[in-house]
Every structure is written in structure tokens, then in C-alpha cells.
């Protein structure tokens, strides 16, 4: 009976602990990232986490700002350009038109770059002004990750179609399944 | 009886200065650790925010705690808690093909793969033993 009792004992002194600890973590957070949680119950920080502050150029846009600048982009808009942030193979599945290709999972992991001609990437685009980056849609998060490497480079104009490749397709816009 | 001491406190040195540092080179950057959470896409964006505010301080606190003996079951608890909660989530990531950055370290992170889930395991050998060994009783 004894025995028990000090097992009770131990366990809830082990869970007061464990809440003990709990309660501080959460003060302290709240306390010391209060403007982070006063920008997030502003609305900041709903569609991803990207710092507006620090990443001032980039925004998401819908499937018909993506249509409208791919129409402008077929009109002969040099400085238009759609980056497929999906894996080789998901490029070479299908892509929007004219879509360059750099797979996210290749930049943050050089030694995954394959040679050969049909996927020369880089983080430099001459000429492009506006960049349209795209990953699968639905939780695909390559995108968000590529957007804000590509604004790192300078691009001050990079927009992030978050309805992504499915999206596209569903909607029985053009595709490409070439390289 | 000596040496088992040396080697508990060693245990508690180990985890506990891993999950200080961890900790704080999250806390130095919520957003990148939102993302991080966000990118196992098993938890919805608000919740993963939330974690990212509150689970890097209740790292560093449990780390603290344990080296410096304050809660020190508790923190072990606490600790193998969130080890098992890793290596359940790498674990489920690796079974989803999802290729991503651990979130670990902040922005030192390393990939999501097996050798993380094999880290967190010794890391969470360790914080069992520290849980389930009985200080010495001292007899008059």
C-alpha cells in the first residue's frame, strides 16, 4: 500500500514538473516573441512565414493572376518568368509552358545536381523581372523555400502561385511534358 | 556507485546541452521554425506558429533543468516525450518521401533521414536512463 502510494506520489510530482515546465516554456514564449503573436492575431502569417518585412517582394497570388501572367508571358513578355520548384521527374511529367525548371530538393542539395544538358538551373535569370514559382499545390512548401532564395539573389518581384501544378492541371490550362 | 553518478551527469550534460542549443537557435528564428513544422505537413499552419513560439523555450528550459538538477525527472520525462515525438515525425516524413530539413538546429539544420532518427535514439536512451534510475538512497 505504501509502495503504491509513493508511486502515485512520484508520478504526479513527475507531471507537475512536466507542467511546470510547460507553463514557463509558454510565458516565456508569449513574453519574448509578443509582437510575433501581435502580428500573427493581425492577420500576418496566414498563408505562410514568410516576414513581409524581410521579404517585402514576394506575394502569393491566385490561379487567375497566374493565368493573366501566363497570357502575357504567351504575348511575348520577356521578363515574365514561371520557375517549376517540383523534382526532375515531376517537371518532366508536366509543366506549365515554357516553365523553367529548378528543383528545390537539387539547390539545397548540390550533390543532387545531375550533368546534363536538359536541366541547366541556376539562381540567376537575366532578364526576368517577374517571377511566378510554383511547387505541387496543396501543402507543397518548395515553393515558399525557392521564392525566398530567388529574392535573396536581388529579384525584388517574385510571386508564388500556391494552387501550384494540381491546381494548374485541374483546371485543364496548357501543359508541357517535355524537358 | 561513483562512476554511475559521473555517468548520469554526463547524460544530463549531453541532452541537456543539446536541447539548449537547439532551443535557442530556434528561438532566434520562430518564422524559419514555423516553416520547418509546417514542411512535415502533419500539423495545420496556426498550431505549427503556436509550436514554434512555444516549443523552443520549453527545450531550453528542460535542458536547463536537467543540467542544473531542477525537475530533473520531469525534464527527463519531458524530454524522452518530445525524442519519441521527433523520431515519430522524421520517421512518418521518411514514409511520405518527404525530403526536407529537420528543423532541428535552427538554421543548422540537416536533412530529415535515418541517421536523425538514429541521434534522437541515443539521445533518448539517455534520457530514459536519467528518467528510470533511482537516486541512491543514503543510509545512516
Known amino acids: ?179 | 556507485m561513483i562512476r554511475r553518478r559521473w555517468l548520469l551527469f554526463l547524460f544530463r550534460l549531453i541532452v541537456g546541452g543539446v536541447f539548449i542549443w537547439a532551443g535557442a537557435l530556434k528561438i532566434a528564428d520562430p518564422l524559419e521554425f514555423a516553416q520547418s513544422i509546417k514542411n512535415y505537413q502533419v500539423f495545420p499552419h496556426g498550431l505549427a506558429f503556436l509550436m514554434a513560439i512555444v516549443l523552443p523555450w520549453v527545450e531550453v528550459i528542460s535542458g536547463a533543468f536537467l543540467i542544473i538538477g531542477v525537475f530533473k525527472r520531469s525534464s527527463a520525462l519531458l524530454i524522452s516525450l518530445l525524442l519519441i515525438g521527433f523520431i515519430g515525425l522524421v520517421g512518418l516524413a521518411l514514409a511520405r518521401g518527404i525530403d526536407t530539413s529537420c528543423g532541428c538546429f535552427g538554421s543548422l539544420s540537416r536533412r530529415a533521414d535515418f541517421s536523425l532518427i538514429l541521434t534522437d535514439a541515443v539521445l533518448l536512451v539517455f534520457a530514459l536512463t536519467i528518467l528510470f534510475t533511482r537516486p541512491a538512497r543514503h543510509n545512516p
Not at chain 1, 521578363?79 to 539545397?108: K, T
Open chain 1, 1 to 179: 500500500m505504501i509502495r503504491i502510494r509513493e508511486r502515485t506520489t512520484t508520478l504526479g510530482s513527475l507531471v507537475r514538473g512536466v507542467a511546470a515546465i510547460i507553463g514557463l516554456g509558454i510565458v516565456l514564449g508569449a513574453v519574448f516573441h509578443f509582437p510575433l503573436l501581435r502580428r500573427f492575431a493581425a492577420g500576418e502569417f496566414r498563408q505562410s512565414f514568410i516576414d513581409r518585412r524581410e521579404y517585402a517582394g514576394i506575394r502569393f497570388i491566385s490561379l487567375g493572376e497566374t493565368q493573366d501572367l501566363f497570357a502575357q508571358k504567351m504575348q511575348g513578355d520577356a521578363g515574365l518568368l514561371f520557375i517549376d520548384s517540383r523534382s526532375r521527374d515531376d517537371f518532366a511529367a508536366g509543366h506549365i509552358p515554357g516553365a523553367q525548371a529548378v528543383p528545390l530538393d537539387e539547390v539545397q542539395r548540390p550533390e543532387k545536381k545531375q550533368a546534363g544538358p536538359e536541366f541547366p538551373w541556376t539562381l540567376d535569370f537575366p532578364g526576368a523581372q517577374t517571377l511566378v514559382v510554383y511547387c505541387e499545390g496543396g501543402d507543397c512548401q518548395t515553393s515558399i523555400a525557392l521564392a525566398k532564395l530567388i529574392h535573396d539573389k536581388g529579384y525584388k518581384d517574385v510571386r508564388i502561385f500556391s494552387g501550384g501544378w494540381s491546381e494548374w492541371s485541374a483546371a485543364g490550362l496548357p501543359e508541357e511534358r517535355r524537358p
